[in-house]
């Protein structure tokens, strides 16, 4: 074997360890196409690096990232490009049974003024919280953006979070503290534009313990504000007819 | 050992199936959230991170390829880098993805690093492994592996040559090799 080569065989285990910067792990991969004993070197050392996560303390995920996960994957259907219309999908509870429903609508109508008033006045509320998290977004590149929503009145004991997923071009609602809507209602979730046009983004009812976890298969590019409100169910309105009375800000 | 259940589920992934990508979850789920907190060291980035990693594996599901390396190499490498990515504040494209040509004369069909270190490969086995190693040599392995620091960065932080990184780098995988094969969880190809 060559001094070169001795080199060269010097960086297997750390490119096999993931230790290289970028351009001794392209001399590594060159290398490994062309040497079959150091191939051999790195195959012989991968399951020692693929045993190590193994080493790590076990510990439960939040149940709730399982469901934002499956909520994104069911309206981001793989290699397909996000559809025009908002769709919301309600998951189902791992071993449980329905985590609300949901039905996809599209349309938009307008928007009583004196509705603006509230949703405005939630929307200060959670302002600073909202750029306090959209700073600690950025940290990350292309980072899930959260933003908080506010419950008052009948739903003051409610709050959630929407989630952004930029890169998915999609958005996770989740809510907690929500209690059943009257009976016939259902609650209906809105996306507001910068001109104040609601559009409709589906229904749901909360589970029994008041949670619900919503998937909303579009960019939240041009929203400004999320809101729910009280409709006539099982299909909701076309428009609000009732006041929000949960709703929060979005900074796109 | 879910060697043969894993290929079945990843040509349900690769169709589009999210009740596969449940049973993924499910499967790898908590091992992928465990190794980003512990990499982390902030549930709430690993929860992030997590799920961003399993949505790029949604995504790229027919890019999985069980010839390379087993599903739960699959999940926890994209784990793995994800987190670090985060920790060091890189972008997804700086990131180098470790790949080993394939040596089929060597490495059989379907044969990955996974089936070799057994299903019944506990973690206690693991950590006596990495117990066995001279300190020095355990925290090359685990400053690289969990910090992702290059051999470079290591040598300047404990403040060693980087050849003796490398060396240390290079016999505690020999050593851990060794040690998982005399417990019987690695066979030769």
Known sequence: MTADHDRLEELVAEYVLGACDERDAEVARAHLVACPSCRALAQRLMPAVDALPLAVDEMAPPERLRARILAVAAVTPQQSEPTPAARIIALPRRGAGGGGSGIGRGGAAGFPV?????????????????????????????????????????????????????????????????????????????????????????????NHDGRVTLAVSRSLGAVRTVAVTQEAGPTGARAPTQKPELAGQVIG | MDGDRDVELAEALATGDVDALARLYDRYGPLAYSVSVRILGDPGKAEDVVQDAFLKLWNGAGRF??????????????????????????????????????????????????????????????????????????????????????????????????STVKGRMRLALEKLNSYLHGRGFLHDG
Do not use: K
């Open chain 1, 114 to 206: 004196m509705y603006w008033a509230a949703v405005a006045a939630l929307a200060i509320v959670v302002f600073v919280l909202v750029a306090w998290n959209v700073r600690l977004a950025g940290q990350l590149d292309q980072a899930p953006a959260r933003y908080p929503l506010v419950g008052t009145g009948a739903m003051s004991g409610a709050s959630g979070t929407v989630t952004e997923l930029m890169r998915q071009n999609a958005a996770v609602v989740e809510l907690t503290g929500v209690p059943q809507p009257r009976e016939g209602m259902v609650y209906e979730l809105w996306l507001i534009d910068a001109s104040n046009r609601p559009i409709p983004a589906g229904v749901f009812t909360p």
């Open chain 2, 65 to 162: 390829d069980s010839h390379r390396g087993s599903l739960r190499t699959w999940v926890i490498t994209a784990v793995r880098n994800r987190s670090i990515d985060y920790l060091r504040g890189r972008s997804a494209h700086e990131r180098q993805e470790r790949e080993i040509p394939l040596e089929t004369e060597a490495r059989g069909a379907g044969s990955d690093p996974w089936r070799e270190v057994a299903a019944s490969l506990e973690r206690d086995v693991i950590r006596e492994a990495l117990a066995s190693l001279p300190p020095e040599q355990r925290q090359a392995v685990e400053l690289a592996y969990f910090g992702g620091y290059s051999h470079r960065e290591i040598a300047e932080m404990i403040r060693v040559p980087l």
